[in-house]
């Protein structure tokens, strides 16, 4: 998305040849010198590229459970393509004039293949996945029931030194993956963008970008409902029968085949990677036929592209270097610029934390699957996003807003956004009551909760959820002093347990599975509240960028663009996933160990995982409001000081009394 300099310099006898020469025009039957054909293999590789690297944010809770990753291990992961991308990001504008751009844009399209590729290669170096469980099976032949004899530790018989290898290989292959990632999408979107805008109409030009920034958007939400139509697969459906798994897709320990989504999104890459081997690296300009003399169009085409500056393609790389901080100086001393980039690093630092992690926060707190939580965001959370976008784009053009009016719709939608979000605090479900971990009924149990399970010799780590006739859930049929367990012949599924010496209440039996939060009924509303709060907030989204465009010098317009896209990075997009992941972290109340390291968390205070993670949403609202309500401010200023200086110029007897005061402040961005 970062745009830095004008990439694709097209000299003015190259162009005059693309209308004169005759030959020229009878290759253009072939597809590859239209640029519809490119705009459309372009919107094709970029919803592809969002694929891939959305779908990572729709499986992260279940790679979190299949592999033992904290929170703070999982946005870092998520993070980590930011880092390939920000650090080439800078070159785009020097090397953008002097290279093939479609072949660029290709090879960069094969490496994110590459990437998503790789991203699921740790399904096929590890074994099949492993969960303790009831049942005698090809993972276990032991159960987690009560038994009075000593057995071993099921989570500690699987700590073998290869399986500790494992973990550190599935982490680095991923993290190279993500800086690949990274990596091959720097050349995508400014390259496309820049070559289009040279070899389209005036007149298309905006249509054809706007196709293309409306993929960007709509490209998540296809990435969210593909990891929620792959997660409804068994993890290991490539190494298993379907009869072997015992496991149900509400299961807490249910992990689904989200490697499966990364081969069909990297595939698609690939293929669409193809047709830019075959462009050119110059093709002819788009006529378009009208009621005015193309003739003069075309000249005014020309006048504009002899008169853009080229500052960027005369320089040498070490002077590029060297004159880039300058620019960036400059620009970030204007406060309208620097206010205004400040408040798009609140939203962005918001929106990546919230896509990372509000799957993994719907299933905690409404007790969803991976499946249906991602199908919400797909389907409702980033459609509203568009649609804010959208309507803030419509008033605009409607109403051809001023600046100081652009910055006002900004704090508007900012406040609307802060009054809808704020009762989302309150709208959640308590932590369910677990056995030993979040409660402890002395009425009920005494010292018999503590002793009721003694003689099992329970292992620590076993980790398979049960919901007792009392409500309260246990972390194991052995915690809960179960001695039998019923299960469906046919399938081999379990029925329920019997024979709990800890449960006392309503019979001594429970059922497979969590007890959940008991709080569906709030999820409608959060769903209703969080879709308009994204809808008010994206309205800000289009006149932020009017007022860089317009509050910058026009020499400087290209590099504002890049460095503000570049802070984003730096200042939102990376750090966002890990300060999200590690305030979740901070939540948790039962970690998962694996070879007495800490690995995913099993249970969260529910209460305070909604209150931080949602806090920090709050806080960034806040932040962006207060940056537009600056800036709205400091327009305002400069609008009056500019209308008292024009009265003051238009009254020749104020003009005389005035003296020195009457040259007019340069306030007017």
Same mark, same amino acid.
């Given at each position: 998305?970062?745009?830095?300099?004008?990439?694709?310099?097209?000299?003015?006898?190259?162009?005059?040849?693309?209308?004169?020469?005759?030959?020229?025009?009878?290759?253009?039957?072939?597809?590859?010198?239209?640029?519809?054909?490119? %705009?459309?293999?372009?919107?094709?590789?970029?919803?592809?590229?969002?694929?891939?690297?959305?779908?990572?944010?729709?499986?992260?809770?279940?790679?979190?459970?299949?592999?033992?990753?904290?929170?703070?291990?999982?946005?870092?992961?998520?993070?980590?393509?930011?880092?390939?991308?920000?650090?080439?990001?800078?070159?785009?504008?020097?090397?953008?004039?002097?290279?093939?751009?479609?072949?660029?844009?290709?090879?960069?399209?094969?490496?994110?293949?590459?990437?998503?590729?790789?991203?699921?290669?740790?399904?096929?170096?590890?074994?099949?996945?492993?969960?303790?469980?009831?049942?005698?099976?090809?993972?276990?032949?032991?159960?987690?029931?009560?038994?009075?004899?000593?057995?071993?530790?099921?989570?500690?018989?699987?700590?073998?030194?290869?399986?500790?290898?494992?973990?550190?290989?599935?982490?680095?292959?991923?993290?190279?993956?993500?800086?690949?990632?990274?990596?091959?999408?720097?050349?995508?979107?400014?390259?496309?963008?820049?070559?289009?805008?040279?070899?389209?109409?005036?007149?298309?030009?905006?249509?054809?970008?706007?196709?293309?920034?409306?993929?960007?958007?709509?490209?998540?939400?296809?990435?969210?409902?593909?990891?929620?139509?792959?997660?409804?697969?068994?993890?290991?459906?490539?190494?298993?029968?379907?009869?072997? %798994?015992?496991?149900?897709?509400?299961?807490?320990?249910?992990?689904?085949?989200?490697?499966?989504?990364?081969?069909?999104?990297?595939?698609?890459?690939?293929?669409?990677?193809?047709?830019?081997?075959?462009?050119?690296?110059?093709?002819?300009?788009?006529?378009?036929?009208?009621?005015?003399?193309?003739?003069?169009?075309?000249?005014?085409?020309?006048?504009?592209? *002899?008169?853009? +500056?080229?500052?960027?393609?005369?320089?040498?790389?070490?002077?590029?270097?060297?004159?880039?901080?300058?620019?960036?100086?400059?620009?970030?001393?204007?406060?309208?610029?620097?206010?205004?980039?400040?408040?798009?690093?609140?939203?962005?630092?918001?929106?990546?934390?919230?896509?990372?992690?509000?799957?993994?926060?719907?299933? *905690?707190?409404?007790?969803?699957?991976?499946?249906?939580?991602?199908?919400?965001?797909?389907?409702?959370?980033?459609?509203?996003?568009?649609?804010?976008?959208?309507?803030?784009?419509?008033?605009?053009?409607?109403?051809?807003?001023?600046?100081?009016?652009?910055?006002?719709?900004?704090?508007?939608?900012?406040?609307?956004?802060?009054?809808?979000?704020? +009762?989302?605090?309150?709208?959640?479900?308590?932590?369910?009551? %677990?056995?030993?971990?979040?409660?402890?009924?002395?009425?009920?149990?005494?010292?018999?909760?503590?002793?009721?399970?003694?003689?099992?010799?329970?292992?620590?780590?076993?980790?398979? +959820?049960?919901?007792?006739?009392?409500?309260?859930?246990?972390?194991?049929?052995?915690?809960?002093?179960?001695?039998?367990?019923?299960?469906?012949?046919?399938?081999?599924?379990?029925?329920?347990?019997?024979?709990?010496?800890?449960?006392?209440?309503?019979?001594?039996?429970?059922?497979?599975?969590?007890?959940?939060?008991?709080?569906?009924?709030?999820?409608?509303?959060?769903?209703?509240?969080?879709?308009?709060?994204?809808?008010?907030?994206?309205?800000?989204?289009?006149?932020?960028?009017?007022?860089?465009? *317009?509050?910058?010098? +026009?020499?400087?317009?290209?590099?504002?663009?890049?460095?503000?896209?570049?802070?984003?990075?730096?200042?939102?997009?990376?750090?966002?996933?890990?300060?999200?992941?590690?305030?979740?972290?901070?939540?948790?109340?039962?970690?998962?160990?694996?070879?007495?390291?800490?690995?995913?968390?099993?249970?969260?205070?529910?209460?305070?995982?909604?209150?931080?993670?949602?806090?920090?949403?709050?806080?960034?609202?806040?932040?962006?409001?207060?940056?537009?309500?600056?800036?709205?401010?400091?327009?305002?200023?400069?609008?009056?000081?500019?209308?008292?200086?024009?009265?003051?110029?238009?009254?020749? /007897?104020? /003009?005389?009394?005035?003296?020195?005061?009457?040259?007019?402040?340069?306030?007017?961005?």
């Amino acid at each position: 998305m970062i745009y830095f300099g004008r990439p694709g310099r097209m000299t003015s006898t190259a162009t005059k040849s693309s209308y004169a020469d005759p030959t020229r025009k009878t290759l253009c039957g072939s597809p590859f010198l239209s640029i519809k054909f490119f %705009v459309f293999c372009h919107g094709l590789l970029q919803l592809s590229q969002l694929l891939v690297s959305g779908y990572l944010k729709s499986s992260i809770s279940t790679i979190e459970r299949r592999y033992g990753l904290s929170s703070r291990t999982s946005g870092l992961l998520a993070s980590f393509n930011e880092v390939g991308n920000t650090l080439l990001i800078v070159f785009i504008s020097y090397f953008g004039s002097r290279v093939h751009r479609p072949r660029f844009i290709g090879a960069g399209a094969l490496l994110v293949s590459l990437a998503g590729f790789l991203m699921s290669l740790p399904h096929f170096i590890t074994g099949p996945y492993e969960f303790d469980q009831s049942v005698a099976s090809t993972f276990s032949n032991t159960t987690d029931l009560c038994q009075p004899r000593s057995w071993a530790n099921l989570s500690d018989a699987n700590c073998t030194p290869r399986a500790s290898r494992e973990n550190h290989e599935v982490l680095l292959v991923m993290f190279i993956a993500q800086a690949l990632l990274g990596i091959g999408g720097v050349p995508i979107q400014p390259f496309g963008i820049s070559y289009i805008d040279d070899f389209a109409s005036k007149r298309n030009s905006p249509l054809y970008l706007g196709i293309l920034f409306s993929v960007t958007v709509i490209g998540p939400g296809v990435a969210f409902m593909l990891g929620s139509a792959m997660l409804q697969f068994y993890v290991d459906i490539d190494k298993v029968s379907g009869a072997e %798994v015992q496991l149900t897709h509400e299961d807490p320990r249910w992990v689904g085949a989200w490697w499966l989504g990364f081969l069909v999104a990297a595939s698609l890459v690939a293929l669409s990677a193809v047709p830019y081997f075959f462009f050119p690296r110059e093709m002819p300009k788009e006529v378009v036929s009208g009621k005015q003399s193309d003739s003069k169009k075309k000249e005014d085409m020309l006048s504009q592209l *002899r008169a853009r +500056p080229e500052h960027t393609q005369n320089l040498s790389l070490g002077e590029f270097i060297k004159r880039f901080p300058l620019v960036l100086l400059r620009n970030l001393r204007h406060p309208v610029y620097l206010l205004v980039v400040l408040a798009q690093v609140n939203i962005s630092a918001m929106v990546a934390g919230l896509a990372t992690f509000m799957g993994k926060f719907l299933e *905690r707190q409404f007790s969803l699957t991976a499946s249906f939580a991602n199908m919400i965001i797909g389907a409702v959370n980033i459609p509203g996003a568009m649609v804010g976008i959208v309507v803030g784009g419509a008033i605009l053009k409607r109403f051809q807003m001023s600046l100081r009016q652009c910055s006002a719709m900004c704090v508007l939608g900012m406040l609307l956004c802060l009054l809808v979000a704020f +009762p989302l605090l309150f709208l959640g479900c308590p932590t369910q009551k %677990v056995a030993g971990i979040t409660y402890s009924d002395s009425s009920e149990f005494g010292h018999h909760e503590l002793e009721c399970n003694l003689q099992c010799n329970c292992p620590e780590k076993a980790y398979n +959820p049960i919901c007792g006739s009392n409500s309260i859930e246990y972390t194991s049929p052995c915690s809960a002093g179960c001695r039998a367990v019923n299960i469906q012949e046919d399938t081999n599924i379990v029925l329920n347990y019997t024979n709990c010496s800890c449960i006392s209440r309503n019979g001594s039996f429970a059922t497979p599975g969590t007890c959940g939060t008991g709080c569906s009924h709030l999820f409608l509303p959060f769903v209703v509240l969080s879709c308009l709060a994204g809808i008010l907030a994206s309205t800000s989204h289009t006149p932020s960028f009017m007022l860089i465009l *317009r509050s910058i010098q +026009p020499e400087d317009k290209s590099f504002a663009v890049g460095i503000q896209f570049m802070l984003l990075r730096v200042l939102a997009w990376m750090p966002g996933p890990i300060l999200y992941g590690s305030a979740i972290d901070t939540t948790c109340i039962l970690w998962e160990k694996r070879c007495d390291r800490k690995a995913a968390c099993r249970y969260y205070d529910n209460t305070l995982f909604r209150q931080r993670y949602l806090g920090l949403q709050f806080f960034f609202e806040v932040g962006a409001f207060l940056c537009f309500m600056a800036v709205y401010v400091i327009l305002r200023k400069q609008e009056r000081e500019a209308s008292k200086a024009t009265e003051t110029k238009a009254d020749p /007897e104020k /003009e005389k009394l005035a003296g020195k005061s009457t040259k007019t402040p340069e306030s007017k961005v």
